[in-house]
């Protein structure tokens, strides 16, 4: 008997003495021969069982061998026995010798399937026991269900987890298999980890052959939000999101160049904003939200305009798409799945919200690839494409009712296809519970639903006609995604349960969790894995929504879940556990310094973290897990200030870096200096030349010196605010920086005990007495050091010099009132005021010498803003504005005042409609429509609202004169702006910074 040289001898023997499994198929290698054994330790009723040895790259004909119980080998796919079998377990059994050759570099292996009676055995949807072994290296690096034996292959391989992606046998002739996949933003090249960076507009190329020092090989610059990769061979094919007034999605074809970089092959543009897609085989299935309405596909008369989607099907040929069929559809919030055969897009129903729509496609018609099959309405909401099923041509749905804690319950129903005629169905199951997560097996249903707990509910689909209950399993918090593996069950849920001892029966925390459903009656929860519990009440993660966020490796017993929470524990977060022996076990929780958004293991105890901002490596498996390697892949820039030649910019957030930057005018891709902060913060203040990182809760500061470049420790000065004797306070204001002092100022109710300085106890009235207080610190020492805290009329505003503080508040009857307060080391002295005929929540912005102000009109009851007045963002100024009232357009009315000399009038100024004061400089204004602002999710999973673009507008502005138009430009407010004499700056996150030219 002859054997494969390129069998892996070694590994082999390895694989054979593992523990038997329930169904196993192994090859022996004997002294002239090799034998193949099989195993099974389960029982098995009315089965089609193959045992086929299979070449991947040889001809249809030549691809199958398979042994029969009456001829032994023989060509072609054939089951060991004529009819079904009934099979009961048995040891290891020596059943026939192997003489097949694999020619060099083939992919061959040996499969034992079974299946029920006439299933397709080439589709791995249909298996219900697999074993295959690989037999040479090459087949090592296939991923099939069943496979044991793995190498790391140096080719394109899908992401790791299974839960998202469907892998089939290859083709043969005749027999219609089909292979289908859910895209996802990375994939894995090798070494390489190719990566859609949505929020850097960019596809990156990352080279990990170093865990310890991964690194950039090759980027291109987007035009749109990169949301979908697939791969081709060796292309690459790129779904974005291109932001137009109409949507746009474009498909790039892309591949790696001889340096190891990317560059693009074609461009194919597509109608509408890209919401998601599937593919199967060489056809992509996309589908794009366009903004028209489609009349000619709804007959509601009164439901406003429906919202179209436009389904394309893509094939891929000769390394370029080509749109082989379009087709249109209503709705704007779809779900999508696909099987084998068949593409299945659910909506609610534009002219019903309580029902939803069902259209099913068939794809295996050559000349039609998307032949859609007769509509369907069902009454309720069906949650996610896991609660559609389709499986040996039968759709399964389940869904809930369009009222949460309904009496109807939920309900599971069984379509045959193609007709869609109901066969069977089981309803009211949960009476007054909501639904969760369900996951379909071939004969199976594990739906979740809750109220107060989890019921996780296993339901019998032998019989389409009669589907029934098996049994149900009750436990704390609930599960929104399911996943099913070898009879367990693992679950990303909440668990809202607190633990013995917590003070706060408030939490809601992140969770997996492990079921054993061997037994359908009695399914059991073998334990679940609370990260952070007695750390922080409240987490969350995006696997609740997206569940390829959560890496789920069955064969490497891996799962890892990226996790965000609040309070003490506030951070990011990636956590680890094994599936090893049927147990879901804490192997270590990873700090990250960025949002994590996927995983994947790269070696059998190293795996890659991304987020938009980095790249980690990660060692797991010992005592406990750390990080080898870090690779900051985005800069995401949200502060910007122009100051005399240059640019200082700066990054900062709880969930990302902390950077402080110095650009060039000139050049705004490099900065010229850089300084990096080890925490996350809210915001940044400039004092001349020194950047002052803080939070608000607790309020901590840190400094970064330009000139020197120091970079002080972090300083928590919140003890010294909060005393037991003191109340809290009820508002405060943005915290800001003028010569080396830090102040905030925070409005309290009043107390005689809240001052150190002499107070006058309020009158007793039923009015309850409220006061501004102002705290300093002095940053410049070794430690800050805090001044005494006193009374100060109103909010701050800015500076208008040294201790010279604006304030703004409000008078009894309702106006706004602008303070100029001298401020002095113990106390506030009130210069003078002015009572301007505003709403004393009225916009206000700060120039170096004037306020340019929003005038609100008081007492407005159409329209109420609370005051959010800062230092550089709002405020407020004198004049009159017409009341908006139904018969009149709205009008903006724009005052300009001194912050010296009494506020003195400079300039006032109508503007039609609504606008906002997004930025100003001596007298240019950037004004715009604050209703038009766009809003984009742009990792959404569901959709992806139309993008109007809001265009703002510099005008200049002089006394008794209408405002000059000088530049239309876009919307962009707060400290994302920064504007000079001929220049707006904005920082723009991800993208970096932008110059608009006012000259």
């Known amino acids: ?244 007034e109409t949507g746009r999605t474009q498909v790039l074809v892309a591949q790696q160049n001889s340096s190891g970089g990317l560059e693009i092959n074609t461009r194919l543009e597509l109608d509408g904003s890209f919401l998601k897609s599937r593919r199967r085989n060489d056809t992509i299935y996309a589908i794009t939200q366009i903004p028209k309405s489609l009349t000619s596909l709804t007959t509601c008369a009164d439901c406003g305009s429906p919202v179209g989607l436009q389904l394309m099907a893509l094939r891929f040929t000769n390394g370029t798409l080509e749109i082989v069929k379009r087709t249109e559809l209503v709705g704007n919030s779809p779900n999508v799945a696909i099987f084998a055969d068949h593409l299945v897009v659910t909506n609610f129903n534009s002219d019903n919200w309580q029902e939803s729509l069902i259209q099913v496609y068939e794809l295996d018609d050559a000349v039609n690839p998307l032949k859609a099959l007769p509509a369907l309405t069902i009454a309720g909401r069906i949650p996610s494409e896991f609660h559609v099923d389709v499986t040996n041509q039968q759709l399964r749905v389940v869904f809930g009712s369009p009222f949460n804690l309904s009496e109807a319950g939920s309900t599971l129903a069984i379509y045959a296809l193609p007709s869609l005629q109901l066969l069977g169905k089981i309803d009211k199951i949960a009476p007054n519970e909501s639904l969760f997560a369900t996951r379909f097996t071939s004969d199976r249903a594990y739906i979740v639903t809750y109220k107060q707990q989890d019921p996780l509910w296993v339901i019998d689909l032998s019989d389409p006609s009669n589907p029934s209950i098996l049994g149900k399993l009750e436990i704390p918090g609930w599960s929104e995604k399911l996943f099913f593996h070898d009879n367990l069950l693992l679950s990303i849920g909440i668990h809202d349960v607190p633990e013995i001892g917590e003070t706060s029966q408030a939490v809601r925390r992140a969770a997996l969790s492990l079921f054993d459903v061997s037994n359908p009656t009695k399914p059991q929860l073998i334990n679940r894995l609370v990260p952070l519990v007695n750390q922080a009440a409240w987490s969350y993660s995006q696997a609740l929504q997206d569940e390829q966020a959560l890496l789920l490796n069955w064969d490497g017993a891996l799962t890892a879940l990226p996790i965000e ?169 943005t915290p800001f920086t003028q010569d080396g002092r830090f102040y905030l100022a925070e409005k309290r109710t009043y107390s005689p005990v809240s001052l150190a300085d002499t107070t006058i106890k309020p009158d007793n009235t039923t009015t309850e007495a409220m006061q501004w207080q102002l705290h300093t610190w002095q940053l410049t020492g070794e430690k800050p050091t805090e001044a005494t805290t006193f009374s100060i009329p109103g909010r701050p505003i800015t500076f208008a010099g040294t201790q010279l503080l604006i304030t703004q508040e ?91 000399a009494n506020f003195a009038d400079e300039g006032s100024w109508i503007f039609e409609g609504y606008q906002k004061l997004q930025a100003a400089y001596a007298d240019k204004v950037l004004i715009g429509d604050i209703w038009n602002y766009a809003y984009t999710d742009i990792m959404s999973s569901s959709s992806m609202p139309f993008y109007q673009s809001a265009v703002c507008t510099v005008y200049q502005l002089t006394a008794n004169n209408k405002p000059t138009a000088l530049k239309e430009t876009e919307c962009i407010s707060g400290d994302a702006v920064s504007m000079t004499n001929n220049s707006l700056w904005f920082a723009k996150g991800f993208e970096g910074l932008v110059e608009v030219k006012l000259d």
């Open 810 to 900: 409000s008078t009894t009857n309702n106006r706004l009132l602008l303070n100029q307060v001298r401020l002095s080391a113990d106390s506030a002295k009130l210069i003078s005021s002015r009572e301007l005929a505003c709403a004393p929540y009225s916009q206000i912005l700060v120039t170096t010498e004037s306020l340019y102000i929003k005038c609100e009109t008081p007492y407005n009851a159409e329209i109420y803003y609370p005051m959010t007045t800062t230092m550089a963002d709002t405020a407020s100024s004198e004049g009159s504005s017409t009341p908006v009232t139904e018969e009149s357009p709205p009008q903006t009315q724009i005052l300009k005042v001194s912050l010296q």
């Open 565 to 733: 929470s609040w309070g003490n524990a506030v951070g990011s977060y990636l956590q680890i556990a094994s599936l090893a022996n049927k147990q879901l076990t804490d192997k270590g929780l990873v700090s990250s310094p960025v949002q994590l958004l996927r995983s994947t293991p790269i070696d059998t105890d190293k795996l890659v973290a991304l987020g938009d901002q980095a790249l980690l490596t990660i060692q797991w498996g010992t005592d406990k897990p750390k990080v080898l390697g870090e690779l900051e892949l985005a800069t995401n820039i949200q502060w910007i200030k122009a100051s005399t030649g240059q640019l200082f910019a700066g990054g900062y957030g709880k969930n990302g870096y902390s950077r402080f930057y110095q650009f060039s005018p000139t050049d705004l891709n490099k900065p010229t200096q850089r300084w990096s902060l080890p925490h996350g913060y809210n915001n940044i203040s400039l004092d001349g030349k020194t950047a002052v990182f803080f939070n608000y809760s607790p309020l901590t500061v840190q400094t970064v010196n330009t000139e020197n470049n120091v970079i002080s420790p972090a300083w928590t000065l919140e003890q010294n605010l909060v005393q037991d004797d003191t109340p809290y306070w009820i508002e405060r204001s």
């Open 1 to 244: 008997m002859r054997f494969t040289r390129t069998l892996l001898f070694g590994a082999l023997s390895l694989v054979v003495s593992m523990p038997s499994l329930a169904w196993q198929v192994s090859v022996e290698k004997q002294d002239d021969h090799s034998q193949v054994t099989v195993s099974n330790t389960e029982k098995f009723k009315n089965k089609t069982v193959y045992l086929t040895w299979v070449d991947v790259d040889t001809t249809a004909t030549d691809m199958f061998l398979s042994w029969t119980v009456s001829d032994g080998w023989k060509k072609g796919l054939f089951p060991i026995a004529d009819t079904p079998m009934d099979i009961e377990p048995f040891t290891t059994q020596a059943l026939t010798d192997l003489d097949a050759i694999c020619p060099d570099n083939h992919r061959c292996f040996v499969a034992l399937v079974a299946t029920k009676p006439n299933a397709n055995p080439l589709d791995n949807t249909q298996w219900d026991a697999t074993s295959i072994l690989p037999l040479t290296t090459q087949a090592g690096y296939l991923r099939l269900p069943g496979q044991r034996f793995f190498l790391s292959p140096n080719i394109a391989i899908a992401n790791t987890d299974t839960a998202g992606t469907t892998t089939s046998l290859p083709a043969s002739e005749g027999l219609g298999t089909s292979s289908t996949e859910k895209p996802d933003i990375f994939k894995v090249i090798g070494k390489k980890v190719l990566y859609a960076n949505a929020q850097a507009h960019k596809l990156q190329l990352i080279d990990i052959s170093d865990p310890a020092q991964p690194r950039l090989t090759g980027e291109l610059e987007l035009a749109g939000t990169p949301r979908e990769i697939y791969l081709f061979d060796d292309k690459i094919v790129l779904l974005q999101t291109v932001t137009t």
